[in-house]
Antibody, heavy 117, light 109 residues
Framework: QVQLQESGPGLVKPLETLSLTCTVSGTSISSSYWSWIRQSPGKRLEWLGYIYYSGSTNYNPSLKSRLTMEVDMSKGQVFLELASVTAADTAFYYC???????????WGQGILVTVSS | QSVLTQPPSVSAAPGQKVTISCSGSDSNVGRNFVSWYQHIPGTAPKLLIYDNTERPSGIPDRFSGSKSGTSATLGITGLQTGDEADYYCGTWDGSLSAGVFGTGTKVAV
């Protein structure tokens, strides 16, 4: 069974870098693309981007300048970094498996990251 | 950034039916497949419908999807209290070069 689990600090200071890890189990990380999505409290889901095991990425143009995604195949992990965070980046962050650009078939349960001093 | 519009909430009695609309444009719903997700806060979102009408293994046929032009619809029949959740449509937007989601609909039973 495919499972994804997000982890990382729940509190990040303004202007610092948010760093999260998604640990994948039940499938090979090289078999799919992997996506990050976030949801600010009370707001809509926002697609952040996706990455292939080869390192190929596609980022949301509105966040592209601050986003970095990486993959560690040996550990079965996908990483997200978001630089220069502000309060507007406070959100639940989810990782998901990309079955296609229009279909995310497995999701993690998410992690709340709060940006505050 | 979401460009897909859904009603904020729908409700019906147990056993009844609800439909949730997802209105987009030619650059997203009009040209790409639509998926639907169920999200109960605190849990992992679940894929209910993909490619407009297809159900993943394990999703009951009480859930159905359709698409016409730039709008998609999720139908839930035989409502159960366990169906209370937020529902989101999602697709790809070719103009934005980004995935997009709907505004979300809360279903109350």
């Amino acid at each position: 069974q495919v499972q994804l689990q997000e982890s990382g600090p729940g509190l990040v200071k303004p202007l610092e870098t948010l760093s999260l890890t998604c640990t994948v189990s039940g499938t090979s990380i090289s078999s799919s693309y992997w996506s990050w999505i976030r949801q600010s409290p009370g707001k809509r889901l926002e697609w952040l981007g996706y990455i292939y095991y080869s390192g190929s990425t596609n980022y949301n143009p509105s966040l592209k300048s601050r986003l970095t995604m990486e993959v560690d195949m040996s550990k079965g992990q996908v990483f997200l970094e978001l630089a220069s965070v502000t309060a507007a980046d406070t959100a639940f962050y989810y990782c998901a498996r990309v079955a296609s650009v229009t279909r995310l078939d497995y999701w993690g349960q998410g992690i709340l990251v709060t940006v505050s001093s | 950034q979401s460009v897909l519009t859904q009603p904020p909430s729908v409700s019906a009695a147990p056993g009844q039916k609800v439909t949730i609309s997802c209105s987009g444009s030619d650059s997203n719903v009009g040209r790409n497949f639509v998926s639907w997700y169920q999200h109960i806060p605190g849990t992992a979102p679940k894929l209910l419908i993909y490619d407009n009408t297809e159900r993943p293994s394990g999703i009951p046929d009480r859930f159905s999807g359709s698409k016409s032009g730039t709008s998609a619809t999720l139908g839930i029949t035989g409502l159960q209290t366990g169906d209370e959740a937020d529902y989101y449509c999602g697709t790809w937007d070719g103009s934005l070069s980004a995935g997009v989601f709907g505004t979300g609909t809360k279903v109350a039973v």
